[in-house]
């Protein structure tokens, strides 16, 4: 994931488990599987999932922690339909994520109902700029991924491989219950990508809503198109990363491919009520050049439309990817600047001090009013309160978020 760290101890190790939750079988093999306006104009009401008569949710079996996603082919193997991976599993084996396996003839969910810790956050550390700005956010995550990221901040929870590394047991009506009990406004799954721990990322998200806590996701995207309705529908806020703009940066340096991803944004932003902020993380020689900048953005405004915020982030010389300098603020400047001449009216610059690209303006180019001021994920100044869809003091310009 591009902006999140790894979880600090926070002071919630008492999560316990309400209900039982399924412990990971040791002993399986592990052999290989074959392997514009849309956002601001929605509906007010946040949380409401929008669906098609086609879009009915997948079946919910007795245990939460069998895979709702998946089907059986003709020579017995299991195939899992959660993401484009498509992965086919015989008895034993598991999926490129690691954390999805065939056990007795279904793929079960091994990580459901534990966790690799937690932590109370900024929500401009998800980022996420436009949605309940100063609010604070539960961040949690489990271990496994379904992308293989050379530059992963979180390698040692995305790719871990020892059950110890999610030793905490908490069942999602606990986290929402602690969440509630602690003040904190919504719940964020993060650290790994939440695609590969869905069912539970959405029995907490459910949970989470009935006591008025607000579910995010903060995911690379790399979903299927029969995952994406239960999963965003439950959703009420997410940071998709947009990790770059061409197929062979896609597959040489995230092992994913682009098309899915972007089919996954589209979705998210147009037929969901989640509100939605997208986040490019620049690697410095292979995702910042000026066309595939101008590319991403031209994008963005013809599918997603104008008011989708953009969050371009410094990269920083990690797993396999240590050789590689660190993002410059020149570049993070440069694309901020294509990206507004490309139409886009919220754009911002991360993982470093610009005081500039930090602050919300308002996106009248007659007005520019700095309406919310930041100092890293410090709120020095917001002057934009009250329901959905604030509006500029200065000049009435309605200023699209969740405000």
Not at 32 to 59: F, L, M, N, Y
Not at 323 to 340: E, F, G, H, K, W
Request: one cysteine or more.
């Amino acid at each position: 994931m591009s902006a999140a760290a790894s979880p600090r101890s926070s002071g919630l190790t008492d999560m316990t488990a309400v209900t039982s939750s399924p412990q990971p079988t040791a002993a399986a093999s592990s052999g290989p599987a074959d392997a514009s306006d849309a956002q601001a104009g929605r509906s007010a009401t946040i949380g409401s999932a929008v669906r098609s008569s086609a879009e009915r949710p997948a079946p919910i079996p007795a245990d939460p922690a069998v895979g709702r996603w998946q089907h059986t082919l003709l020579d017995g193997r299991v195939q899992c339909d959660l993401c484009p991976r498509a992965c086919r599993l015989r008895e034993g084996q598991r999926g490129f994520c690691f954390v999805r396996a065939n056990h007795g003839g279904r793929i079960v969910l091994d990580t459901y109902g534990r966790s690799s810790g937690f932590a109370i956050d900024p929500v401009e550390k998800k980022p996420l700029n436009h949605f309940l700005p100063g609010s604070r956010v539960l961040s949690f995550g489990t271990a496994g991924c379904n992308s293989a990221c050379r530059f992963c901040q979180n390698w040692d929870i995305s790719r871990a491989r020892d059950w110890d590394r999610v030793g905490v047991e908490a069942a999602p009506e606990r986290i929402a219950r602690v969440a509630a009990d602690s003040g904190v406004e919504s719940v964020a799954f993060t650290y790994n990508d939440p695609i590969v721990f869905a069912e539970y990322a959405i029995d907490t998200a459910a949970a989470c809503r009935e006591l008025g806590v607000h579910p995010i996701a903060v995911t690379a995207g790399y979903m299927s198109a029969a995952a994406r309705p239960d999963f965003y529908g439950t959703m009420d806020a997410a940071n998709i990363d947009l990790k770059g703009f061409t197929e062979s940066f896609y597959w040489s340096v995230t092992g994913t491919h682009l098309r899915d991803v972007l089919d996954t944004i589209e979705y998210a932003v147009t037929e969901t009520t989640a509100w939605v902020e997208l986040t490019t993380l620049l690697i410095p020689g292979y995702n910042d050049d000026d066309a595939q900048l101008h590319a991403e953005c031209a994008w963005i405004r013809d599918h997603c439309g104008v008011d989708v915020p953009l969050h371009f982030s410094a990269f920083h010389p990690a797993y396999r990817m240590v050789d590689v300098p660190a993002t410059p603020l020149d570049t993070l400047v440069r694309a901020r600047r294509i990206a507004m001449e490309e139409g886009l009216r919220y754009v911002y610059t991360g993982n470093v001090h610009h005081r500039e690209g930090d602050a919300t303006v308002c996106p009248n180019p007659d007005c520019r009013a700095v309406l919310i001021q930041r100092d890293w994920y410090r709120i020095e100044l917001n002057r934009l309160v009250g329901g959905r869809g604030g509006v500029c003091p200065d000049c009435g310009t309605p200023v699209a978020g969740v405000w």
